[in-house]
């Protein structure tokens, strides 16, 4: 019966565990330090063989392979939230939520198969599973590295996320809350605080202070949640004219930080104006300026 030597740089107890029950297959010898085993097989077994070789490389080695590779370039995750966000990642793949290089997951199996099926056939005397990997799945693991990277920085981007609205929420929670009611304007181009009589909200040594923070660079958004924490107040009215915003938005947040304070209008008679107006608004008008509120 033919003889083969099969090297793993990951997943080698996997490997010595899958192929061993395979029927027709003997595992003569291993060598855990070079991570190769020698195994002798019966022709018969080479379908069977092909398949537990693939399922190993696509379950055990790929999620060691990742780990390893993401250990070493993201450094600031945690190994458990390394592991989460592989385990969902593979999960996403596998369920064929998601294609690898222009090829569905299941093809990349079937490639697998035969390329590692023609090897044995070709009672070829050493496989290196990892240079298998490297030559005949080299789009897929560019394509799986490049969407694991996304997945990563779309994770790192979530995290900052939730901490600033924890920032925010101590933030609000050292103010004591203040009876009284204010309106908070989301359009796609700019945010504006007005009272209950519709004048518009202003705060200058807020705004000082937030520009000195933000190092000049302070937009609507940033004004408008730091004159909230500041003023506290026990209700807020949400006039959400931008519900396609991008996430997060600044709604959103909004409702994240001041919770049960909010409550979003339906689409009201102001907000109505206002589209009809195409959002457009004095904002840098005098105090003194009201808008007409017909609830």
Request: charged letters at 25%; a negative charge; hydrophobic letters at 40%.
């Amino acid at each position: 019966m033919p003889i083969i030597k099969v090297t793993i740089n990951h997943a080698f107890p996997a490997l010595i565990d899958k192929l061993s029950r395979v029927s027709g297959v003997e595992v003569k010898d291993e060598d855990s330090l070079a991570n190769a085993l020698i195994c002798e097989y019966h022709p018969h077994a080479i379908p069977q063989m092909s398949q537990v070789l693939t399922n190993v490389l696509f379950s055990d080695w790929l999620f060691a392979t990742l780990e390893a590779q993401l250990q070493t370039e993201q450094r600031q995750l945690t190994n458990d939230e390394l592991e989460y966000l592989i385990l969902v990642f593979l999960h996403e793949v596998r369920s064929g939520e998601v294609t690898i290089a222009k090829r569905a997951y299941s093809e990349w199996i079937n490639r697998s198969v035969q390329g590692l099926h023609a090897l044995l056939n070709a009672n070829q005397t050493i496989i290196s599973l990892d240079g298998f990997a490297r030559f005949r799945l080299r789009a897929f693991m560019n394509g799986l590295s490049s969407m694991m990277a996304d997945r990563v920085g779309q994770f790192m981007i979530d995290r900052e996320y939730e901490e600033s609205v924890s920032m925010l929420k101590y933030m609000l929670e050292s103010q004591p809350s203040v009876e009284r009611e204010l309106h908070v304007f989301c359009a796609p181009d700019r945010v504006w605080i007005t009272d209950a009589s519709g004048g518009l909200v202003r705060d200058s040594d807020i705004t000082e202070i937030a520009l000195a923070e933000s190092g000049g660079d302070l937009n609507s958004e940033d004004l408008a949640m730091s004159i909230l924490i500041t003023r506290s107040p026990c209700r807020i009215v949400l006039h959400d004219m931008n519900p396609d915003a991008m996430w997060p938005s600044f709604a959103e947040t909004l409702d994240r930080v001041f919770s049960e304070r909010v409550q979003r209008c339906d689409h009201c008679s102001t907000c109505q104006q206002l589209e009809q107006a195409h959002h457009h608004l004095p904002v840098d008008g005098p105090h003194e300026h009201r808008f007409r509120r017909n609830h």
